[in-house]
Protein backbone atom coordinates (compact mmCIF):
# COMPACT_ATOMS: atom_id res chain seq x y z
CA UNK A 1 0.00 0.00 0.00
CA UNK A 2 3.07 2.26 0.73
CA UNK A 3 4.25 1.78 -2.83
CA UNK A 4 0.85 2.64 -4.15
CA UNK A 5 0.87 5.77 -2.29
CA UNK A 6 4.61 7.02 -3.44
CA UNK A 7 3.45 6.26 -7.26
CA UNK A 8 0.04 8.13 -6.71
CA UNK A 9 2.10 10.70 -5.26
CA UNK A 10 4.59 10.34 -7.86
CA UNK A 11 2.46 10.85 -10.63
CA UNK A 12 0.56 13.53 -8.71
CA UNK A 13 4.05 15.66 -9.47
CA UNK A 14 5.33 14.30 -12.78
CA UNK A 15 1.40 15.84 -13.66
CA UNK A 16 2.15 18.73 -12.38
CA UNK A 17 5.14 19.18 -13.90
CA UNK A 18 3.40 18.49 -17.20
CA UNK A 19 0.69 21.06 -16.20
CA UNK A 20 3.21 23.68 -16.02
CA UNK A 21 5.45 22.90 -18.87
CA UNK A 22 1.88 23.05 -21.24
CA UNK A 23 0.38 25.83 -19.75
CA UNK A 24 3.26 27.96 -19.48
CA UNK A 25 2.92 28.28 -15.49
CA UNK A 26 6.10 30.86 -14.19
CA UNK A 27 8.73 29.62 -11.68
CA UNK A 28 6.99 31.42 -9.00
CA UNK A 29 3.82 29.02 -9.57
CA UNK A 30 5.50 26.12 -9.70
CA UNK A 31 6.91 26.78 -5.89
CA UNK A 32 3.49 27.89 -4.45
CA UNK A 33 2.94 24.35 -5.79
CA UNK A 34 5.41 22.73 -3.74
CA UNK A 35 5.30 24.64 -0.78
CA UNK A 36 1.73 22.58 -0.53
CA UNK A 37 2.08 19.29 1.48
CA UNK A 38 0.42 17.27 -1.44
CA UNK A 39 0.07 18.82 -4.79
CA UNK A 40 -2.62 17.96 -6.95
CA UNK A 41 -4.35 18.44 -10.32
CA UNK A 42 -8.25 17.94 -10.74
CA UNK A 43 -8.98 16.42 -14.53
CA UNK A 44 -12.82 17.28 -14.66
CA UNK A 45 -14.00 15.08 -17.83
CA UNK A 46 -17.86 14.53 -18.10
CA UNK A 47 -18.57 11.36 -20.56
CA UNK A 48 -21.06 11.56 -23.47
CA UNK A 49 -23.56 10.10 -21.40
CA UNK A 50 -23.31 13.06 -18.55
CA UNK A 51 -23.26 15.68 -21.30
CA UNK A 52 -26.61 14.37 -23.06
CA UNK A 53 -28.35 13.94 -19.61
CA UNK A 54 -27.40 18.04 -18.83
CA UNK A 55 -28.86 19.06 -22.18
CA UNK A 56 -31.80 17.15 -21.73
CA UNK A 57 -32.73 18.61 -18.05
CA UNK A 58 -31.85 22.37 -19.91
CA UNK A 59 -34.99 21.52 -22.37
CA UNK A 60 -37.14 20.01 -19.56
CA UNK A 61 -39.62 22.04 -17.63
CA UNK A 62 -40.19 21.55 -14.01
CA UNK A 63 -43.18 22.19 -12.14
CA UNK A 64 -43.20 24.42 -8.96
CA UNK A 65 -43.38 20.95 -6.70
CA UNK A 66 -40.25 19.73 -8.65
CA UNK A 67 -38.13 22.67 -8.11
CA UNK A 68 -38.45 23.46 -4.45
CA UNK A 69 -38.09 21.25 -1.32
CA UNK A 70 -41.43 19.98 0.28
CA UNK A 71 -40.99 22.01 3.39
CA UNK A 72 -40.66 25.11 1.81
CA UNK A 73 -44.39 24.94 -0.39
CA UNK A 74 -46.07 26.30 1.80
CA UNK A 75 -44.39 29.67 0.75
CA UNK A 76 -45.78 29.63 -2.62
CA UNK A 77 -46.95 32.73 -3.03
CA UNK A 78 -43.19 34.11 -2.18
CA UNK A 79 -42.25 32.25 -5.59
CA UNK A 80 -45.01 33.51 -7.97
CA UNK A 81 -44.53 36.17 -10.61
CA UNK A 82 -47.99 37.26 -10.37
CA UNK A 83 -47.53 38.14 -6.64
CA UNK A 84 -44.30 39.76 -7.21
CA UNK A 85 -45.61 42.70 -9.84
CA UNK A 86 -47.98 43.94 -6.48
CA UNK A 87 -47.32 46.01 -3.41
CA UNK A 88 -48.12 43.66 -0.24
CA UNK A 89 -51.26 45.36 1.28
CA UNK A 90 -51.06 48.42 3.74
CA UNK A 91 -50.50 46.94 7.10
CA UNK A 92 -50.19 49.16 10.60
CA UNK A 93 -46.56 49.33 10.58
CA UNK A 94 -46.16 51.27 7.47
CA UNK A 95 -45.01 54.94 8.10
CA UNK A 96 -43.65 57.96 5.35
CA UNK A 97 -40.69 59.27 5.83
CA UNK A 98 -41.00 62.99 6.80
CA UNK A 99 -37.90 64.91 5.46
CA UNK A 100 -36.73 68.31 6.98
CA UNK A 101 -38.38 71.35 6.12
CA UNK A 102 -34.75 73.02 5.39
CA UNK A 103 -34.24 69.86 3.48
CA UNK A 104 -33.16 70.64 -0.20
CA UNK A 105 -35.50 70.13 -3.04
CA UNK A 106 -32.70 68.74 -4.99
CA UNK A 107 -28.88 67.37 -4.63
CA UNK A 108 -26.09 68.82 -6.29
CA UNK A 109 -24.03 65.87 -7.44
CA UNK A 110 -22.04 64.82 -10.51
CA UNK A 111 -24.39 62.57 -13.03
CA UNK A 112 -22.63 60.27 -14.74
CA UNK A 113 -23.16 59.21 -18.54
CA UNK A 114 -24.18 55.94 -19.60
CA UNK A 115 -23.87 53.89 -22.48
CA UNK A 116 -26.49 53.64 -24.85
CA UNK A 117 -26.90 49.88 -24.20
CA UNK A 118 -27.03 51.30 -20.46
CA UNK A 119 -29.30 53.60 -21.15
CA UNK A 120 -31.67 51.18 -22.91
CA UNK A 121 -31.47 49.24 -20.22
CA UNK A 122 -32.17 51.86 -17.49
CA UNK A 123 -35.18 52.49 -19.40
CA UNK A 124 -36.69 49.39 -20.02
CA UNK A 125 -36.21 49.05 -15.68
CA UNK A 126 -37.97 52.70 -15.39
CA UNK A 127 -41.02 51.31 -17.56
CA UNK A 128 -41.46 48.04 -16.33
CA UNK A 129 -41.61 49.84 -12.59
CA UNK A 130 -43.96 52.27 -13.80
CA UNK A 131 -46.32 49.69 -15.16
CA UNK A 132 -46.27 47.92 -11.93
CA UNK A 133 -47.13 51.28 -10.29
CA UNK A 134 -44.01 50.93 -7.91
CA UNK A 135 -42.89 54.43 -9.13
Known amino acids: ?11 MIESAIWALETYGLDKEAWERLMEEEEPYIAIRKMTTAS ?3 QKAMDHMKK ?7 TPYHRHRKVFSKEASHR ?10 I ?8 TL ?6 L ?8 TE ?3 EQLQKGYI
Open 1 to 11: MVITTINTHKE
Open 51 to 53: ELA
Open 63 to 69: TFEQMVP
Open 87 to 96: FPPKCPWDHT
Open 98 to 105: DLLPDAPK
Open 108 to 113: DCKVYP
Open 115 to 122: AVTEGDAL
Open 125 to 127: FLN
